[in-house]
C-alpha cells in the first residue's frame, strides 16, 4: 500500500499540518510506505492553457516539480489531500499544481469528453476553516473547497471515501478528537491490514 499525502497549507505547524502527521503516523503504523509533500515548498510554473500536453501527453513547461508529484500520484493506491479554505476554495498554489498536472489526471476521448486515468484509486479530503460550524458548510467555505477538490478528483477517477471538514479553528483550537477522527479515517479509509 503507498499513501501519498499532499499537504496544500503554508504553515508548517498549523492544523493542516498536525492532523496529516497524525494520518501519516498512523498509515505507517499500518504498513503503508507513506510519502509527504507539502506544496508552499514547490516550484511549479503554471499553466500556459496551450493545451499541448493533451495529445503529446506531457507538459511542455520546463520540468519541475509538477511532474515529480504526478508520478507519485501514478504509483499511490490512495491520494489524501490536506487543504486550508481560501474564499471557499483552495490555496492558488494547490490549483496551480493540479493545472499543470491535468493530462496525467485524466485524458480526453476523441469526442472530447473526460477520460479518468486514475480509476479504482482512493482519496481523502481534508480541509480547515476558520468560518464557524455550521456555516463553514451553510456558506460554502469549507464545503465549497471540498466540492472544487472532489470535482478535479472525481474527473480523475478517484473514489473520494472520505472527507473531513472542520470549521472554527479560529476560535476552537484542534482536539484530540479531531486528530482520532484523522486516525479513524486512514485506519477505515485504506486497504491496510493494521497490527
Known sequence: MKILILNASPRPDGNIARMLDVMRQEAEA???????????????????????????????????????????????????VGSPCYWGNMPGTLK????????????ESPRGLPRPLHKGKRAILLVTCTTPWPFNVWFRQSRGTVRALREI???????????????????????????????????????????
Open 96 to 107: 496551480v499544481l493540479f493545472d499543470r498536472m491535468v493530462y496525467g489526471l485524466m485524458g
Open 153 to 195: 478528483l472525481k474527473w480523475s477517477g478517484f473514489k473520494i471515501v472520505r472527507s473531513i471538514e472542520r470549521g472554527g479553528t479560529k476560535t476552537h483550537p484542534l482536539t484530540e478528537r479531531d486528530l482520532e477522527r484523522c486516525r479513524r479515517t486512514v485506519r477505515d479509509s485504506t486497504t491496510v491490514a493494521c497490527r
Open 30 to 80: 499500518c504498513g503503508a510506505q507513506v510519502f509527504c509533500e507539502t506544496i508552499s515548498r514547490f516550484h511549479v510554473r503554471p499553466c500556459t492553457g496551450c493545451m499541448k500536453c493533451r495529445s503529446a501527453r506531457q507538459c511542455v513547461l520546463p520540468a519541475d516539480d509538477a511532474q515529480r508529484v504526478l508520478e507519485l500520484i501514478r504509483v499511490s493506491d490512495v491520494l489524501v
